[in-house]
């Protein structure tokens, strides 16, 4: 069964950036740089909404409109860590954030369906 390491949120003024982490370990039977993974958040009162995740298929990262161009996916096999580099971040990201196995694409967005996180979540929160 896996387990996960969570880091990296925490309180940043808008424009700030923050980098979070999630490290996988444990037993498995597919090995990490063969795992389609991912970020999904929830948002005070909302739903959860799928950030960005990769599959292994076609090894495409892909991102919810509003993140593109400011928050970067990223893995690090030797380390079964995967990251979010969050730049320019805005109040409306302020959310507890979730890395997931799996990774769910529909209509070329990253999608909640199927996934369940991986992790209790970390805290985002981005003040004005």
């Known amino acids: 069964q896996d387990q996960v390491a969570e880091s990296g949120g925490g309180l940043v003024e808008a424009g700030g950036s923050l980098k979070l982490s999630c490290r996988v370990s444990?037993?498995?039977?597919?090995?990490?740089?063969?795992?389609?993974m991912g970020w999904i958040r929830q948002a005070p009162g909302a739903e959860r909404e799928g950030v960005s995740c990769?599959?292994?298929?076609?090894?495409?990262?892909y991102y919810v409109d509003s993140v593109k161009g400011r928050f970067i996916l990223s893995k690090d096999n030797d380390k079964n860590t995967l990251y979010l580099q969050m730049n320019d971040l805005k109040p409306e990201d302020t959310a507890i954030y979730f890395c997931t196995p799996g990774c769910t694409v529909i209509g070329g967005s990253p999608s909640t369906v199927g996934l369940r996180p991986w992790g209790q979540g970390i805290s985002v929160n981005v003040s004005t």
């Open positions: 990769i599959t292994t298929s076609d090894q495409i990262t």
């Open positions: 444990g037993l498995s039977a597919l090995p990490f740089d063969k795992r389609p």
